[in-house]
């Protein structure tokens, strides 16, 4: 298994990574380290987001013998380490009752702690081996901040997770309620040309039971029914669903003739589209311009929709996917917060800015499926 693996599964975005990937993934370069004569051994510190604390790796050359649980204890211990060098530089350090040599090469520093790669040597390092140590401790780095992207990603979701599940409960209760005294109505009212009105109260209280259970799902990723469909299909979908107002306020919408093909769940990433675009014809001005445009590359789908309202403030950007915050009167300040939610849960990204002149855009960055998947 190549070094190279781990990063790759890191970047994709597994759904099944853990702290045993980060732990594999030091294991594996410890070993690469005391393969290298004449370090005779490694010992990785680094901090584990989801396990929330610092974990080291230990690992000993050919023919050396483990130390004893004294000088591990001494080594942990970090007693010796008296100065806090730069990340990426080498330095040497003395150890009490050591007479081989000890270096040093910070990866990052987190938690007030420090991440290290710390070797032992039989003599010097010449100048290739110390390049190879440094070298090694950008990698770590580099793998270190994408896992730590994970742990706070999942930690977000998580979040989301539990305030729809929240507001599902409480949401469900007032439906159940309005639904009891719908039927009492429709019972009361019998040959009476009011109880075809009561009827329509109890089904329309049906659909928003049913929109409020797919809403709840949208909080568990693995409830995700992912197939084939057509970007632009999806989105022109989302326009004809807001065509009245959109001809209530003659705005023009612009979008591309080409499309691609997203591997995602459909219903709910049409729920993303909705809302965007909502946003957008909401806050469009009478005969505005609203652009949707996508860019296709390798192995993602960047897709951009803008519009030519009053744009976004400093604090609107920062809050702007922040649960209940909202610019719209009467908005729960959901929508966003869920369409996040959603593209997290398709492995993309999504944010918002302000445009130079009056507008908000909002990008969002998809996975493309790879041919044969």
Known sequence: MTLGFYVQKLENGSNYLNSSDIQSYCQLESEQLTSQYPIFFARIVYHDYLLKNHQEVINYGQDQAPFSQKTLAYLCSEAWLTDFPPAFTLHEFKLKDFSSISYVCPFAYRNQKPEYIQIITHKPLSESLQLYV????????????????????????????????????????????????????????????????????????????????????????????????????????????????????????????????????????????????????????????ITCSWQVFQDEVLIKISDQGPGLSQEDLQKVFTPFYSRRKGGTGLGLTIAKKIILDHQGSIWAQALSENGAQFSVILPRPRSGN
């Not at 306020?249 to 591997?263: A, N």
Request: proline share 3%; aromatic share 4%; glycine share 6%.
């Open 134 to 289: 440094k070298r090694s401790a950008m990698l770590l780095s580099k793998y270190a901040d994408i896992y730590l992207d994970y742990g706070r990603q999942k930690t977000e979701i998580q979040l989301l997770e539990d305030i729809l599940h929240r507001i599902g409960h409480q949401l469900r209760n007032s439906l159940g309620l309005i639904g009891l005294y719908a039927h009492n109505l429709c019972l009361g009212l019998e040959d009476s040309p009011w109880q075809e009105q009561a009827t329509i109260i109890g089904e329309s209280i049906q659909d928003l039971d049913t929109n409020l259970n797919e809403l709840i799902d949208c909080g568990q990723s693995a409830k995700l029914r992912v197939k084939l469909q057509d970007l632009r299909s999806l989105v022109d979908e989302s326009i004809k669903n807001l065509q009245p107002l959109i001809n209530q306020k003659q705005l023009k919408i612009l979008i591309p003739d080409t499309s691609t093909i997203l591997k995602i769940d459909k219903l709910q990433m049409k729920q993303v589209f909705d809302n965007i675009l909502s946003n957008a014809v909401h806050f469009s001005p009478n005969s505005g311009t």
